[in-house]
């Protein structure tokens, strides 16, 4: 009988690449919406409620993303025998990519974006 | 069970390679009770997971929210769930990858792995929190608001005879003052 663990692996290998291959698919023919992916919403100052903007926080964490998943498939694909081990300063950068961008979101959703906050004060000290 | 035919057919497949299994293939009977079992398990799980897979490809069970900020103004995909996506993805095919090279799991999954999917879902996490948190409505856009000041929210839901066809109604009615006392 031939072992179970190789059919079981086989198996594994199908699903997970079928589904990789799927949202794929998907993320390419817009199956799933990319729309919006670099907008985020702001805090009115004046007046109250919300609007869109382009967020540079969400443009430097895509970039980061992009050459993180990069270089650990590159990593991998040189050496598939094993996880490579991710060097501590590129998790420090990724860490401060994320936290870059959570703050900028809180920030812009709580408080409105720097530029409206600045003219607004610019305006009272006037 | 008309409407899951997929899954009897994919139960009954099972049961019959697990039989085949038992009763064809030689060997000593305890070996052969067990690989019964393990081929079973094994062509169940595959052909769940091809119903799954099928049933998204075809759209019957839908993904196209799947990147898609809950209480944005724009409705847009959400960055961090992107980021989750990716990296999800990236450590998954690294996986395969290492099992096809070395016809083995790894042995250990190093620690920087598990800081890079923590980052990515902690960033997922603490987003969702601010987007829910900066809602205006209060809610997170999965429809879970709080009741208006002063009002009241009443839900009733009605469920019918099993001679009437067993319908289950849900009704919500939301006043937005009442009178105290």
């Known amino acids: ?55 540079a926080g969400r443009a430097q964490m895509l970039m980061t993303t992009v050459v993180s998943a990069g270089y650990f498939l590159l990593q991998v694909i040189e050496d598939p025998t094993q996880f490579p081990d991710i060097p501590t300063p590129f998790l420090i950068a990724l860490g401060g990519s994320s936290a870059i961008y959570l703050g900028g979101k ?16 610019d305006r009272r000290g006037q | 069970m008309r409407d899951n035919i997929e899954f009897w057919a994919s139960l009954v497949l099972a049961v019959v390679v697990a039989f085949v299994v038992a009763i064809l293939v030689p060997g000593d009977p305890d070996k052969k009770v067990v690989w019964a079992i393990e081929y079973g398990a094994l062509v169940i799980t595959f052909l769940f ?6 049933a998204i490809a075809s759209g019957k069970i839908d993904i196209s929210g799947l990147l898609e ?36 799991f790894p042995k250990v999954v190093p620690a920087g792995i598990l800081t890079l999917l923590g980052i ?20 997170d856009g999965d429809g ?38």
């Open chain 1, 1 to 55: 009988m031939p072992n179970v663990a190789q059919f079981a692996a086989w198996e594994g290998i199908i699903l997970v690449s079928g589904l990789c291959g799927i949202v794929l698919w998907k993320l390419m023919t817009g199956g799933i919406s990319l729309k919006c992916l670099l907008y985020g919403d702001a805090r009115v100052v004046k007046g109250g409620g919300r609007k869109s903007y382009f967020s």
């Open chain 1, 106 to 121: 809180a920030q812009a959703l709580y408080l409105g974006r720097l530029r409206d906050l600045a003219g607004l004060l």
């Open chain 2, 144 to 181: 879970g608001g709080p009741p208006p000041p002063g009002g009241t929210v009443t839900h009733t839901t009605v469920v019918a005879s099993p001679e009437a066809g067993g319908a289950v109604t849900h009704t919500t009615v939301v006043n937005s003052s009442t009178n105290a006392g």
């Open chain 2, 49 to 54: 997971g091809f119903m799954v897979l099928a």
């Open chain 2, 120 to 139: 990515s879902a902690t960033t997922y996490a603490v987003s969702k929190g601010i987007q829910s948190g900066g809602s205006d409505d209060g809610s």
């Open chain 2, 69 to 104: 900020e809950k209480g944005s103004t724009s409705g847009g995909a959400s960055m961090s769930r992107f980021q989750l996506l990716i990296f999800t993805f990236v450590v998954a095919i690294s996986l395969l990858l290492i099992v096809v090279s070395k016809s083995d």
